[in-house]
């Protein structure tokens, strides 16, 4: 293997028992890339994470993180690298300041640099003035960005988030990304874990999990190119199960799913199929019948792919 790579897998796989969790996964993460991580809930992306970060051990395969083997490097690794667990640990009743402290000890930050690198990271994740509160009393994005900030204070050249914005508000998720942009600006390498579609668009490139494999991996656009094989129609209409049936028989039709109150189909000719289906709808006397073009989001694609996935799984 190269060590041109931040990340760089072969084949690695984990098992727990019989059970799969991560199949056979290789993948190459740029350095400086920020690199999102997708999937359903139990597909393997925090076995994949934990694997990487050196804290358990591949049942097979090989992978590298920063030049260095996960299976015996793991030490150099975890020098190197900021992780943030899906369930971050921030001692609840330490302050702000102390919790930082903590961490610098942890991470072996000297003493002389400390008071000087926690300033700047109460600076950088905007605790400013909050350093004496506790960190029990902080709502979920100030702590979301006190535990990012713990992650990084030994300036790792490689951060690991698995879902760091769970459950926080959009204005928080927002500024939490300005702070990961930045990061990756500096040249941080960031290899993260998202159920948010919007974040995921923002990522240099994205991997999609399903069932413990690797089933898709390339840029947002890039995704949207390969997979969508046709247009996306935008369908309203109520109600909408009826809707959905109607549309899904329609000729030209391979794909429909509801996205919020909508409807989004997948059809092979926009310009022919959303006239038909209009006419479709009105005749069916659906109330509030609407069909437009619309660009392909990410959630088109990931519907996309797990539908495909899903279908793969009941032939094979
Ligand atoms: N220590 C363990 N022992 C047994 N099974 C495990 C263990 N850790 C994870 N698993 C199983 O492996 C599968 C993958 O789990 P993992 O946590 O990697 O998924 P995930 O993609 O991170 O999901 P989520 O989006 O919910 O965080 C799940 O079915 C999980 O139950
Ligand atoms: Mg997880």
């Not at 597909?43 to 920063?66: A, D, E, F, N, Y």
Request: glycine share 12%; aromatic share 6%; hydrophobic share 40%.
């Amino acid at each position: 293997m190269s060590r041109s790579y931040a990340v760089e897998t072969s084949d690695l796989t984990r098992r727990f028992g019989d059970f799969l969790a991560v199949d056979r996964v290789t993948l190459q993460v740029e350095a400086g890339e920020v690199f999102g991580f997708l999937g359903p809930n139990g597909s393997g992306k925090t076995t994949t994470i934990r694997m990487l970060c050196g804290l358990i051990s591949p049942s097979g395969g090989r992978g590298q993180v920063l030049g260095f083997d996960i299976g015996r490097e793991s030490e150099a690794i975890k020098a190197r690298i900021g992780y943030m667990s899906q369930k971050f640990s921030l001692y609840p009743d330490l302050r702000v300041s102390e919790n930082l402290a903590f961490y610098a000890d942890v991470y072996g930050v000297g003493r002389s640099e400390r008071t000087a690198r926690i300033a700047e990271l109460v600076t950088m994740a905007g605790l400013t003035g909050r350093e004496r509160e506790l960190t029990a009393n902080l709502s979920g994005g100030w702590k979301q960005r006190l535990a990012l900030a713990c992650a990084i204070v030994h300036r790792p050249q490689m951060l690991f988030l698995d879902e760091p914005t769970g459950g926080v508000d959009p204005e928080a998720r927002r500024a939490f990304w300005e702070l990961i942009y930045n990061l990756a600006h500096q040249g941080v390498t960031v290899f993260v874990t998202t159920h948010y579609m919007d974040e995921a668009e923002h990522c240099n490139r994205i991997g999609l999990m399903y069932g413990g494999r690797l089933v898709a991996l390339d840029t947002p656009v890039g995704l949207k190119r390969s997979v969508i094989d046709g247009a996306v129609l935008e369908i309203e209409g109520m109600p909408q199960d009826h809707v959905r049936t109607l549309v899904a028989a329609h000729a030209g039709v391979s794909e429909v799913a509801p996205h919020g109150a909508r409807l989004h189909a997948i059809v092979d000719d926009a310009a022919l199929r959303a006239p038909q289906l209009t006419a479709l709808l009105t005749a069916a006397g659906i109330e509030g019948g609407r069909v437009e073009a619309i660009d392909p989001s990410l959630e088109d694609v990931f519907v996309t792919l797990v539908g495909q996935q899903v279908v793969g799984e009941g032939s094979g």
